[in-house]
Protein backbone atom coordinates (compact mmCIF):
# COMPACT_ATOMS: atom_id res chain seq x y z
CA UNK A 1 0.00 0.00 0.00
CA UNK A 2 1.27 3.54 -0.56
CA UNK A 3 1.53 6.29 1.97
CA UNK A 4 -1.43 7.93 2.93
CA UNK A 5 -2.51 10.87 4.84
CA UNK A 6 -6.06 11.57 5.85
CA UNK A 7 -8.45 14.68 5.18
CA UNK A 8 -11.56 14.90 7.69
CA UNK A 9 -14.76 16.48 5.69
CA UNK A 10 -17.75 17.83 7.74
CA UNK A 11 -20.91 16.75 5.54
CA UNK A 12 -24.82 17.27 5.88
CA UNK A 13 -26.81 14.49 4.70
CA UNK A 14 -28.94 11.77 6.55
CA UNK A 15 -27.76 8.80 7.80
CA UNK A 16 -29.14 6.58 5.35
CA UNK A 17 -27.34 8.44 2.35
CA UNK A 18 -24.28 9.14 4.15
CA UNK A 19 -22.03 5.65 3.54
CA UNK A 20 -23.12 6.36 -0.17
CA UNK A 21 -21.95 9.94 0.08
CA UNK A 22 -18.25 9.63 1.59
CA UNK A 23 -17.19 6.74 -0.92
CA UNK A 24 -18.34 9.03 -3.75
CA UNK A 25 -16.26 12.26 -2.16
CA UNK A 26 -13.30 9.77 -2.17
CA UNK A 27 -13.49 8.69 -5.47
CA UNK A 28 -13.98 12.52 -6.30
CA UNK A 29 -10.96 13.56 -4.78
CA UNK A 30 -8.94 11.01 -6.00
CA UNK A 31 -9.43 9.02 -9.28
CA UNK A 32 -13.24 11.32 -10.25
CA UNK A 33 -14.43 8.54 -12.53
CA UNK A 34 -16.37 5.34 -11.89
CA UNK A 35 -14.63 2.57 -10.11
CA UNK A 36 -15.75 -0.49 -12.70
CA UNK A 37 -14.32 1.68 -15.62
CA UNK A 38 -10.65 0.82 -13.92
CA UNK A 39 -9.21 -2.14 -14.38
CA UNK A 40 -5.44 -1.28 -13.15
CA UNK A 41 -5.19 -2.99 -9.54
CA UNK A 42 -2.52 -0.65 -8.32
CA UNK A 43 -4.87 2.38 -8.98
CA UNK A 44 -7.79 0.57 -7.54
CA UNK A 45 -5.88 -0.34 -4.07
CA UNK A 46 -3.06 2.40 -3.97
CA UNK A 47 -4.64 5.68 -5.55
CA UNK A 48 -8.47 5.37 -5.08
CA UNK A 49 -9.26 7.30 -2.22
CA UNK A 50 -10.55 5.25 0.63
CA UNK A 51 -13.45 5.84 3.41
CA UNK A 52 -10.95 5.66 7.14
CA UNK A 53 -14.09 6.49 9.14
CA UNK A 54 -17.72 8.26 9.81
CA UNK A 55 -19.07 9.59 12.91
CA UNK A 56 -22.32 11.30 13.21
CA UNK A 57 -22.49 14.97 15.15
CA UNK A 58 -25.71 14.95 15.77
CA UNK A 59 -26.89 18.19 13.79
CA UNK A 60 -27.25 16.54 10.53
CA UNK A 61 -23.69 16.75 9.79
CA UNK A 62 -20.98 13.75 9.77
CA UNK A 63 -17.09 13.99 10.01
CA UNK A 64 -15.97 11.95 7.54
CA UNK A 65 -12.23 11.07 7.34
CA UNK A 66 -10.70 10.12 3.75
CA UNK A 67 -7.56 8.28 3.17
CA UNK A 68 -5.83 10.16 0.11
CA UNK A 69 -2.69 8.81 -1.73
CA UNK A 70 0.46 10.94 -1.23
CA UNK A 71 1.37 9.48 -4.33
CA UNK A 72 -1.28 11.90 -5.84
CA UNK A 73 -0.07 15.32 -4.81
CA UNK A 74 3.95 15.30 -5.92
CA UNK A 75 5.34 18.12 -4.41
CA UNK A 76 3.04 20.60 -5.96
CA UNK A 77 1.15 22.79 -3.16
CA UNK A 78 -1.54 23.70 -6.12
CA UNK A 79 -1.77 20.09 -6.39
CA UNK A 80 -2.08 19.14 -2.65
CA UNK A 81 -5.10 21.94 -2.36
CA UNK A 82 -6.96 20.38 -6.00
CA UNK A 83 -6.31 16.90 -4.15
CA UNK A 84 -7.91 17.79 -0.97
CA UNK A 85 -10.71 20.22 -1.98
CA UNK A 86 -11.13 20.10 -5.72
CA UNK A 87 -14.14 19.06 -6.98
CA UNK A 88 -15.55 18.39 -3.51
CA UNK A 89 -15.58 22.32 -2.92
CA UNK A 90 -18.01 22.47 -5.81
CA UNK A 91 -20.47 20.67 -3.40
CA UNK A 92 -22.40 22.93 -0.87
CA UNK A 93 -22.83 20.02 1.59
CA UNK A 94 -18.96 19.56 1.77
CA UNK A 95 -16.71 21.10 4.52
CA UNK A 96 -13.05 21.47 4.87
CA UNK A 97 -12.39 20.54 8.30
CA UNK A 98 -9.19 18.98 8.94
CA UNK A 99 -6.12 17.54 7.06
CA UNK A 100 -3.30 14.85 8.93
CA UNK A 101 -0.17 15.85 7.43
CA UNK A 102 2.30 12.96 7.04
CA UNK A 103 6.23 13.57 7.42
CA UNK A 104 6.76 13.52 3.46
CA UNK A 105 3.92 15.93 2.85
CA UNK A 106 5.53 18.35 6.05
CA UNK A 107 9.40 17.77 4.35
CA UNK A 108 7.92 18.66 0.35
CA UNK A 109 6.64 22.19 1.49
CA UNK A 110 9.25 22.79 4.49
CA UNK A 111 6.80 25.36 6.73
CA UNK A 112 8.17 28.61 8.18
CA UNK A 113 11.63 29.46 6.71
CA UNK A 114 11.98 32.01 10.16
CA UNK A 115 9.08 32.14 12.72
CA UNK A 116 8.54 33.98 15.66
CA UNK A 117 12.15 33.43 17.19
CA UNK A 118 13.91 34.74 13.82
CA UNK A 119 11.21 37.76 13.94
CA UNK A 120 12.31 38.35 17.74
CA UNK A 121 15.54 38.00 16.83
CA UNK A 122 15.30 40.91 14.21
CA UNK A 123 13.63 43.08 16.49
CA UNK A 124 16.06 42.38 19.40
CA UNK A 125 12.88 41.49 21.58
CA UNK A 126 12.08 38.74 23.97
CA UNK A 127 9.33 37.87 25.86
CA UNK A 128 6.67 40.79 25.02
CA UNK A 129 4.38 40.56 22.07
CA UNK A 130 4.94 42.17 18.96
CA UNK A 131 2.86 45.43 17.77
CA UNK A 132 2.19 46.53 14.20
CA UNK A 133 -0.55 48.85 11.80
CA UNK A 134 -1.06 48.83 8.56
CA UNK A 135 -0.94 52.03 5.93
CA UNK A 136 -4.32 53.11 4.81
CA UNK A 137 -6.21 53.72 3.02
CA UNK A 138 -5.49 53.46 -0.68
CA UNK A 139 -5.73 55.83 -2.56
CA UNK A 140 -2.76 57.80 -1.00
CA UNK A 141 0.14 58.82 -3.09
CA UNK A 142 3.55 57.63 -1.90
CA UNK A 143 4.53 60.90 0.16
CA UNK A 144 2.04 60.29 2.14
CA UNK A 145 1.77 56.81 3.04
CA UNK A 146 5.69 57.34 3.46
CA UNK A 147 4.91 60.28 6.31
CA UNK A 148 2.53 57.42 7.71
CA UNK A 149 5.39 55.17 7.65
CA UNK A 150 7.71 57.42 9.33
CA UNK A 151 4.88 58.20 12.38
CA UNK A 152 4.12 54.80 12.94
CA UNK A 153 7.65 54.08 12.99
CA UNK A 154 8.38 57.26 15.48
CA UNK A 155 5.93 55.56 17.85
CA UNK A 156 8.05 52.49 17.95
CA UNK A 157 5.66 49.96 16.77
CA UNK A 158 7.89 46.87 15.51
CA UNK A 159 6.20 45.70 12.06
CA UNK A 160 4.22 48.57 9.63
CA UNK A 161 2.54 46.46 7.05
CA UNK A 162 0.83 47.60 3.95
CA UNK A 163 -2.91 47.44 3.76
CA UNK A 164 -3.62 44.48 1.51
CA UNK A 165 -5.47 46.72 -0.73
CA UNK A 166 -2.12 48.87 -1.73
CA UNK A 167 -0.57 46.86 -4.90
CA UNK A 168 0.40 48.35 -7.98
CA UNK A 169 -1.72 51.15 -8.94
CA UNK A 170 -1.44 54.01 -11.06
CA UNK A 171 -1.81 56.37 -8.00
CA UNK A 172 0.81 54.76 -5.98
CA UNK A 173 3.05 52.01 -8.23
CA UNK A 174 4.68 49.42 -5.98
CA UNK A 175 8.57 50.69 -6.62
CA UNK A 176 7.72 54.56 -5.50
CA UNK A 177 5.59 53.32 -2.49
CA UNK A 178 7.94 50.72 -1.07
CA UNK A 179 10.63 53.31 -1.39
CA UNK A 180 8.73 56.13 0.09
CA UNK A 181 7.70 54.00 3.04
CA UNK A 182 11.03 52.68 3.89
CA UNK A 183 12.40 55.88 3.68
CA UNK A 184 10.27 57.04 6.19
CA UNK A 185 10.79 54.32 8.78
CA UNK A 186 14.51 54.87 8.64
CA UNK A 187 13.51 58.13 9.47
CA UNK A 188 11.44 56.93 12.41
CA UNK A 189 13.71 54.30 13.64
CA UNK A 190 17.11 57.31 13.42
CA UNK A 191 14.81 58.74 15.95
CA UNK A 192 13.73 55.78 18.10
CA UNK A 193 16.99 53.74 17.69
CA UNK A 194 14.19 50.95 17.46
CA UNK A 195 14.62 48.61 14.09
CA UNK A 196 10.58 48.81 12.98
CA UNK A 197 10.32 46.74 10.21
CA UNK A 198 8.30 47.55 7.09
CA UNK A 199 6.07 44.81 5.11
CA UNK A 200 5.18 45.76 1.83
CA UNK A 201 2.05 43.42 -0.03
CA UNK A 202 3.12 41.71 -3.34
CA UNK A 203 0.66 40.97 -5.94
CA UNK A 204 0.45 40.33 -9.19
CA UNK A 205 1.50 37.22 -11.11
CA UNK A 206 4.86 35.53 -10.08
CA UNK A 207 7.26 37.72 -12.08
CA UNK A 208 5.64 40.89 -10.70
CA UNK A 209 6.29 39.44 -7.30
CA UNK A 210 9.66 38.26 -8.01
CA UNK A 211 10.32 41.93 -9.30
CA UNK A 212 8.52 43.39 -6.23
CA UNK A 213 10.78 41.06 -3.54
CA UNK A 214 14.18 43.12 -5.94
CA UNK A 215 12.97 46.47 -5.42
CA UNK A 216 12.13 45.52 -1.41
CA UNK A 217 15.52 44.05 -1.05
CA UNK A 218 17.54 46.77 -2.40
CA UNK A 219 15.63 49.18 0.03
CA UNK A 220 17.05 46.78 2.63
CA UNK A 221 13.60 44.88 3.34
CA UNK A 222 13.48 41.94 5.17
CA UNK A 223 9.92 40.59 5.53
CA UNK A 224 7.44 41.44 2.84
CA UNK A 225 3.11 39.87 2.74
CA UNK A 226 1.39 37.86 0.26
CA UNK A 227 -2.06 36.57 -0.36
CA UNK A 228 -2.40 33.19 -0.39
CA UNK A 229 -5.49 32.42 -1.45
CA UNK A 230 -5.22 34.93 -4.00
CA UNK A 231 -2.01 34.29 -5.44
CA UNK A 232 -1.91 30.59 -5.03
CA UNK A 233 -0.07 28.35 -2.75
CA UNK A 234 2.30 27.07 -5.48
CA UNK A 235 3.39 30.64 -6.45
CA UNK A 236 3.92 31.42 -2.43
CA UNK A 237 6.03 28.22 -2.42
CA UNK A 238 8.04 29.22 -5.03
CA UNK A 239 8.62 32.77 -3.49
CA UNK A 240 9.52 31.11 -0.33
CA UNK A 241 12.00 28.86 -1.54
CA UNK A 242 13.82 31.53 -3.83
CA UNK A 243 13.93 34.39 -1.24
CA UNK A 244 15.41 32.34 1.99
CA UNK A 245 15.98 36.64 3.65
CA UNK A 246 12.55 36.92 4.01
CA UNK A 247 10.04 36.87 6.02
CA UNK A 248 6.45 36.04 4.68
CA UNK A 249 3.75 37.57 6.13
CA UNK A 250 0.74 35.70 5.33
CA UNK A 251 -2.79 37.71 4.35
CA UNK A 252 -6.22 35.59 4.92
CA UNK A 253 -7.95 37.83 1.91
CA UNK A 254 -10.28 35.44 -0.10
CA UNK A 255 -10.19 32.96 2.32
CA UNK A 256 -13.80 32.66 3.50
CA UNK A 257 -14.59 32.02 -0.44
CA UNK A 258 -14.52 28.11 0.09
CA UNK A 259 -15.88 26.43 3.14
CA UNK A 260 -12.53 25.36 4.78
CA UNK A 261 -12.21 25.93 8.67
CA UNK A 262 -10.54 29.10 8.90
CA UNK A 263 -8.11 27.37 11.95
CA UNK A 264 -6.67 24.76 9.22
CA UNK A 265 -6.60 26.88 6.22
CA UNK A 266 -5.33 30.12 7.73
CA UNK A 267 -3.43 28.16 10.88
CA UNK A 268 -2.47 25.25 9.35
CA UNK A 269 -1.75 25.51 5.83
CA UNK A 270 -0.49 28.85 5.51
CA UNK A 271 2.04 27.77 8.21
CA UNK A 272 3.00 24.80 5.96
CA UNK A 273 3.65 26.73 3.03
CA UNK A 274 6.04 28.55 4.75
CA UNK A 275 3.98 31.42 6.29
CA UNK A 276 6.17 32.91 9.15
CA UNK A 277 3.44 35.11 10.21
CA UNK A 278 -0.58 34.64 9.88
CA UNK A 279 -2.95 37.24 10.12
CA UNK A 280 -6.15 36.40 10.68
CA UNK A 281 -9.68 38.16 12.45
CA UNK A 282 -9.91 37.72 15.56
CA UNK A 283 -12.89 37.33 17.66
CA UNK A 284 -15.06 40.25 18.68
CA UNK A 285 -13.66 42.42 15.77
CA UNK A 286 -15.80 43.17 12.38
CA UNK A 287 -15.39 39.87 11.02
CA UNK A 288 -17.54 37.35 13.74
CA UNK A 289 -14.56 34.61 14.24
CA UNK A 290 -15.63 32.76 17.69
CA UNK A 291 -13.42 32.51 20.57
CA UNK A 292 -12.47 28.89 19.95
CA UNK A 293 -11.99 29.43 16.12
CA UNK A 294 -9.36 31.80 17.07
CA UNK A 295 -7.84 29.85 19.61
CA UNK A 296 -7.65 26.87 16.84
CA UNK A 297 -6.27 28.68 15.06
CA UNK A 298 -3.60 30.42 17.06
CA UNK A 299 -2.45 27.16 18.37
CA UNK A 300 -2.22 25.47 14.57
CA UNK A 301 0.17 28.42 13.93
CA UNK A 302 2.09 27.77 16.78
CA UNK A 303 2.69 24.19 18.72
CA UNK A 304 4.54 21.44 17.03
CA UNK A 305 3.06 19.79 14.38
CA UNK A 306 2.74 16.20 16.48
CA UNK A 307 0.55 18.70 19.37
CA UNK A 308 -1.57 20.18 16.60
CA UNK A 309 -2.33 16.91 15.10
CA UNK A 310 -3.54 15.98 18.44
CA UNK A 311 -5.26 19.18 19.05
CA UNK A 312 -6.98 19.07 15.57
CA UNK A 313 -7.75 15.90 15.49
CA UNK A 314 -8.52 15.14 18.97
CA UNK A 315 -11.91 17.03 18.69
CA UNK A 316 -14.55 14.91 20.65
CA UNK A 317 -16.95 16.35 18.25
CA UNK A 318 -15.53 14.72 14.96
CA UNK A 319 -13.39 11.51 16.04
CA UNK A 320 -10.85 11.61 19.11
CA UNK A 321 -7.86 9.54 18.31
CA UNK A 322 -9.20 8.53 14.65
CA UNK A 323 -6.50 10.23 12.47
CA UNK A 324 -4.00 7.30 12.48
CA UNK A 325 -0.66 7.66 14.06
CA UNK A 326 0.80 11.62 15.44
CA UNK A 327 4.09 12.33 13.61
CA UNK A 328 6.47 14.56 15.97
CA UNK A 329 7.86 17.23 12.90
CA UNK A 330 10.33 19.93 14.20
CA UNK A 331 11.53 21.00 11.43
CA UNK A 332 8.71 22.96 10.86
CA UNK A 333 8.73 26.66 12.85
CA UNK A 334 6.17 28.15 14.76
CA UNK A 335 4.53 30.70 12.93
CA UNK A 336 3.55 34.27 14.71
CA UNK A 337 -0.28 34.48 14.65
CA UNK A 338 -1.73 38.19 14.00
CA UNK A 339 -5.21 38.84 15.14
CA UNK A 340 -6.24 41.44 13.43
CA UNK A 341 -9.53 43.36 12.22
CA UNK A 342 -11.30 45.72 14.15
CA UNK A 343 -9.16 45.73 16.92
CA UNK A 344 -8.50 48.84 19.42
CA UNK A 345 -6.66 49.89 21.91
CA UNK A 346 -8.66 49.29 24.72
CA UNK A 347 -8.64 45.91 24.51
CA UNK A 348 -4.42 45.35 24.00
CA UNK A 349 -5.05 43.64 27.47
CA UNK A 350 -7.87 41.59 26.92
CA UNK A 351 -6.56 39.96 23.15
CA UNK A 352 -2.96 39.67 24.54
CA UNK A 353 -4.56 37.50 27.51
CA UNK A 354 -6.29 35.31 25.17
CA UNK A 355 -3.60 34.34 22.80
CA UNK A 356 -0.27 35.56 25.17
CA UNK A 357 3.47 36.73 23.82
CA UNK A 358 4.02 35.15 21.25
CA UNK A 359 1.62 37.10 18.97
CA UNK A 360 1.74 40.45 17.52
CA UNK A 361 -1.47 42.39 17.86
CA UNK A 362 -1.57 44.50 15.28
CA UNK A 363 -4.24 47.74 15.31
CA UNK A 364 -5.02 49.62 11.80
CA UNK A 365 -8.11 52.05 11.86
CA UNK A 366 -8.30 52.64 15.22
CA UNK A 367 -4.61 54.13 15.54
CA UNK A 368 -5.16 56.11 12.06
CA UNK A 369 -8.17 57.56 14.13
CA UNK A 370 -5.54 59.55 15.81
CA UNK A 371 -4.59 61.72 12.75
CA UNK A 372 -1.79 64.16 13.63
CA UNK A 373 -1.35 62.15 17.11
CA UNK A 374 -0.46 58.75 14.97
CA UNK A 375 3.02 58.67 16.94
CA UNK A 376 1.50 59.35 20.20
CA UNK A 377 -1.00 56.63 20.12
CA UNK A 378 1.34 54.18 18.51
CA UNK A 379 3.68 54.64 21.49
CA UNK A 380 0.90 54.34 23.89
CA UNK A 381 0.28 50.99 21.98
CA UNK A 382 3.71 49.85 22.81
CA UNK A 383 3.18 51.17 26.96
CA UNK A 384 0.27 49.07 27.58
CA UNK A 385 2.18 45.98 25.77
CA UNK A 386 5.00 46.67 27.85
CA UNK A 387 2.78 46.94 30.84
CA UNK A 388 1.42 43.98 30.22
CA UNK A 389 4.51 41.98 29.80
CA UNK A 390 6.04 42.90 32.59
CA UNK A 391 2.57 41.35 34.66
Known amino acids: MSNRFTVTY ?15 IAVEQSVEMPLAAIDDEWVLSDIVGRVDGINDLRDGRFAVRIGLATDTVGRDAGQFLNMVFG ?5 DDVTLHDIDLPPILLDAFGGPAHGIDSLRRRLHLHNRPMTGSALKPQGLPPAQLGHLA ?41 V ?33 MLAPMICGFATFQALKW ?24 IGKLFRVMGADAVIFPSFGGRFGYSQ ?28 DGVLGAVHPHPVLRPALPVPAG ?19 LLIGGNLL ?21 LG
Open 150 to 190: EQFARGGLDFVKDDHGLADQDYSRFADRVRACAEGIRRGVH
Open 87 to 91: NTSLH
Open 10 to 24: LVRSDAASIEARAQG
Open 242 to 265: ECPDMAFFAHPSFGGAARIAPDLL
Open 369 to 389: MARDDIAREAERFGRIVGEWS
Open 192 to 224: TGHPTRYVPSLSGTLEDMREQVAVARQEGIDCV
Open 292 to 319: DTCRRLADNARLPVSAVSRLVGGDPEVG
Open 342 to 360: GMTLDRTREILDFYGADTM
